[in-house]
């Protein structure tokens, strides 16, 4: 037997039917707020950025290289070895800062202490009999600049695994292109 609460017609019920598109609605815009929200979380921790340190290590790199170049003797004999590398690294802070979202280029750190030059230290003279020069030639500050690029490879290569595709991929080159100058100055 059927019972008469049963047979009464549907608008006569005490609960209504809500709609199903507000509420199909609403359980989209919570889907999409949910994660959204969780990704805009851990936008304000106040981590630095990690390409905050390969563009630091660029401007040095190429701050290094400067002051390299700003002495007399070895900046004329190495200016066509270090100058392309120098603009090279200059680059490499600019499109990291681009990334960064900079809108003017950050400066560059001070230059590392230069290689002793001639008015620095004490002069041996031609007849001291010491065989030793005391001016700094390309064998002296090369290796300070090949080193200085085989750290900006480790810390690229370091870092290109753990980053986004578009970032990984001017990070990489970036790396590449160290290696490729490391190379070069052999």
Request: glycine share 8%; net charge neutral.
């Amino acid at each position: 037997m059927v019972s008469p609460e049963c047979a009464r017609p549907a608008s006569n019920r005490v609960i209504r039917q809500i709609p199903r598109r507000p509420i199909l609605l609403g359980l989209t815009a919570v889907a999409v707020a949910v994660p959204a929200g969780s990704l805009l979380a851990g936008c304000g921790r106040g981590e630095p950025d990690p390409l905050e340190s390969v563009a630091a290590r660029a401007r040095s790199d190429a701050a290094l290289i400067d002051s390299i170049l700003a002495q007399p003797t070895i900046g004329a004999a190495l200016s066509g070895r270090l100058g392309p590398v120098a603009d090279a690294r200059r680059q490499h802070a600019v499109a990291l800062g681009v990334e960064l979202g900079e809108t003017s280029p950050a400066p560059a750190p001070p230059p590392p202490d230069p290689p002793p030059d001639q008015s620095t230290q004490p002069s041996s003279g031609p007849d001291s009999g010491s065989g030793v020069s005391s001016q700094p030639g390309p064998e002296d500050v090369l290796p300070r600049v090949r080193t200085a690029l085989d750290d900006s490879v480790r810390q690229a290569g370091r870092l290109v695994l753990t980053l986004p595709r578009q970032r990984a991929a001017l990070v990489g080159s970036i790396a590449a292109c160290c290696a490729a100058y490391r190379a070069v100055l052999e």
